[in-house]
């Protein structure tokens, strides 16, 4: 990893941008910029330096990831490429804009998540998912905003299994 992973390079120097950041002199702030916007131009990885990162995170394969200034993601968190964490595009009025990704979440390729809610611990967003609705603790959610659960249905002593599908 620490020489051909340029998802684990982004989230190193990420680490180092957010502790910029937060320091809180403009001079720290314009230089954890800098190397947002360096790591963004070599690996093709933009993460905002004030989003929040726990520990564990795997960012695969990692071009075209998107993290959002208020975002924060848990631990142990498995992102894939393409991921995009952003707002919704709506006034805030300088509350947070991002979404908040629990523990132990996987994010699938192509997947955005957007606007403040909540992806809940053990969550999986599928590939190519929009979400803009919270989704609850180990949900597997898929297209948009559509939750999957599988349910068993014993038909004369054989059990069959059925997903369905329904709205967040």
């Given at each position: 990893?620490?020489?051909?992973?340029?998802?684990?390079?982004?989230?190193?120097?990420?680490?180092?941008?957010?502790a910029?950041?937060?320091?809180?002199?403009?001079?720290?702030?314009g230089?954890?910029?800098?190397?947002?916007?360096?790591?963004?131009?070599?690996?093709?990885v933009?993460?905002?330096?004030?989003?929040?990162?726990?520990?564990?995170?795997?960012?695969?394969?990692?071009?075209?990831?998107?993290?959002?200034?208020?975002a924060?993601?848990?631990?142990?968190i498995?992102?894939?490429?393409?991921?995009?964490?952003?707002?919704?595009?709506?006034?805030?009025?300088?509350?947070?804009?991002?979404?908040?990704?629990?523990?132990?979440?996987?994010?699938?390729?192509?997947?955005?998540?957007?606007?403040?809610?909540?992806?809940?611990?053990?969550?999986?967003?599928?590939?190519?998912?929009?979400?803009?609705?919270?989704?609850?603790?180990?949900?597997?959610?898929?297209?948009?905003?559509?939750?999957?659960?599988?349910?068993?249905?014993?038909?004369?002593?054989?059990?069959?299994?059925?997903?369905?599908?329904?709205?967040?």
């Amino acid at each position: 990893p620490l020489l051909f992973f340029k998802g684990f390079h982004a989230l190193a120097t990420h680490r180092v941008a957010h502790a910029l950041w937060t320091s809180g002199s403009e001079a720290d702030a314009g230089a954890a910029l800098m190397l947002q916007s360096r790591v963004s131009e070599c690996f093709g990885v933009d993460i905002h330096p004030g989003a929040s990162m726990g520990p564990g995170i795997m960012f695969d394969h990692a071009t075209g990831v998107v993290v959002g200034g208020t975002a924060v993601l848990g631990s142990d968190i498995y992102v894939l490429h393409q991921v995009t964490l952003g707002a919704t595009g709506k006034p805030m009025g300088g509350k947070k804009r991002h979404p908040t990704v629990g523990d132990r979440c996987t994010l699938g390729a192509g997947c955005t998540v957007l606007g403040d809610i909540e992806v809940g611990d053990g969550a999986t967003v599928g590939a190519a998912a929009i979400v803009t609705r919270d989704v609850p603790a180990d949900a597997t959610v898929v297209g948009v905003n559509k939750l999957v659960e599988k349910k068993s249905l014993e038909t004369e002593g054989d059990i069959d299994e059925f997903t369905w599908f329904y709205d967040i």
